[in-house]
């Protein structure tokens, strides 16, 4: 009898600032990605994406890992990929330059190589890595930027290239993490933002050009998906935690009860545009032993505008500096845990001025509750992006 094939399983894991999650996953035929298990965990002890306490956060992926395990009923025992989130992770533009080689100075796949190999020796400190090296554009003397030279007559070739990069120390914490509690290493370590570019988007997204905006609890993160993939990236130290420090100064509530009124905003019918009866409706906003008291919506709708309206506006003048906004042909696509915000796509489609809706993986099948939630794009990035990781080395 001819032996079963072992079947492949990738794993994918995001240890952000609010929750910790594990999902494993297998390719079926027409790229369709089955989700065979996934668990998670609150992510205590970690802010903005920096672990401060290795072995409390080491104890809540293990309990991620046991309950992925125990939905699909298989051991991790694949290859794992890792995403990394901070302050500490940024963009550079770097650009390679050098003297075309081919036969009558035609730029070959050699030139390009060679140009590109001169951006990533980009000098960076000893204490940082690159994480990404994405190809912006190209130049052939002094004409056009393009994205592909090749075949185009000139003397020198440059490349235009954007890398992502980390620091060290946090970087290989995580990877570190990983190994003693797998008993290997991560295969590979992934910017947030680029593994949920791989989870929204496809080849024919990227021709149009879009705006990935991932708004988790300590970072928002936001990536240009355009031409080769990642054009542009960038991320501001904001997100759903200090929209609930807002809320818990402008309504004297302990941020806890704040972090559960933002959760629960679609369920109070509340949204992040100010509805226009919403001083007509209330909001109990009672902690555990507190005595009864009510809020108008609109009051905690205004709050919550003003932040993420904020956010977006930040967001919107670095695309303008960085010449971004003509790229971006397909609109935003907004994910994380403040995309479950009850109309926060309208409030980026006015502040951002484009077409804006909630990201959804991709041919996706499995979990009900992973294949329509914003809030795991990046673990299922990770395990789409890890596949291609895996190609490119031959595995």
Known sequence: MAKKPKRRIITGIEIGTGT??????????????????????????VQKGDVLDVEKVLAQLARAVDAAESASGLTIDGPIFVSATGAHIRPVVAVGRTMVQGPGHTVTEEDVVTAVQGARSYGLPPDQKILHTWERSFQVDDGAKVTNALGRVGDWLAAEVLLIVGQHSPLETTCSMIQDLMGYRARDIAFS?????????SHEDAEQGHLLIDIGA??????????????????????????????????????????????????????????????????????????????????LE???????????????????????????????????????????????????????????????????????APNYMTPVGLIRWGRLMLEIDGE
């Open 20 to 45: 910790i999650k594990v999902v494993m996953g297998e390719f079926l035929p027409d790229d369709v990605l089955a989700i065979v298990g996934s668990g998670q965990a609150p992510a205590l002890h």
């Open 193 to 201: 933002g680029v593994a949920d570019c791989f989870a929204a988007f």
């Open 218 to 299: 300590g970072v928002t993160e936001f990536v240009v998906f355009q031409g080769n993939g990642c054009y542009d990236a960038g991320q501001i130290t904001v997100g759903c935690d200090h929209i609930a420090n807002d809320l818990a100064i402008g309504l004297q509530l302990p941020q806890a009860r704040c972090k559960a009124l933002i959760r629960d905003m679609a369920d109070l019918g509340c949204s992040a545009v100010v509805t226009p009866d919403g001083r007509g409706r209330t909001v109990d906003v009672r902690t555990g032993s507190g005595s009864g008291r009510r809020v108008p919506c609109s009051s």
């Open 302 to 372: 205004k709050i919550v505008e003003l932040r993420l309206a904020e956010l977006f506006q930040v967001i919107r003048e670095q695309l303008e500096r960085h010449h971004d906004l003509d790229r971006i042909g397909g609109g935003v696509r907004l994910c994380g845990g403040g995309a479950m915000i009850p109309g926060v796509d309208a409030l980026a489609r006015n502040v951002l001025g484009m077409p804006a809706e909630i990201a959804r993986p991709r041919l996706l099948s499995g979990q009900e509750e992973i294949l329509n």
